[in-house]
């Protein structure tokens, strides 16, 4: 079985909904399946980003992308992920607190639509942080102990 991330809210590169957006309640994640964990897997970790912002955001802030979830230590026996939920230990996401932030493309730049992409890594270690990391220390720390990744990609844009 191939190790999979899914959402019933929507389809791979499907719309995700607004309630899962500034247009809804910016602080409710989508809920997430997940499939085929590889053996050896001890922890999941689970990333949400968008690489589609303005060229001015990502020069002023100095990103690639817009970081709008970063989740860790996700137990291995996770095979769903309820709506509002976060299973595991919260990182910082672009807007410098801990948690979920959903979409929220400015709908007076191009492109309008955005694409989000939720990446799901199977480690075989878990990882450890004296304060909550930002998404490129995780990414960092996950390098050598990645088994597998699944990958969903949902879009988004704002009238």
Known sequence: ??????????????????????????????????????DGTETLVLIMDDPD???????????????HWVLYNIPVDTKEIPEGTAPGVSGLNTTGNTG???PCPPPQYEPKEHRYMFVLYALSERLEFASPPTKQQVLDALKPITLATAKLKGRYSRA
Do not use: H, W
């Open 1 to 38: 079985m191939a190790f999979e991330l899914s959402s019933p809210a929507f389809g791979e590169q499907g719309i995700i909904p607004a309630k899962y957006t500034c247009d809804g309640n910016r602080e409710l994640s989508p809920p997430l399946l997940i499939s085929g964990v590889p």
């Open 53 to 67: 912002i303005p060229l001015f955001a990502k020069e002023a802030r100095a990103i690639e992308a817009f970081d």
């Open 100 to 102: 979920y932030v959903g």
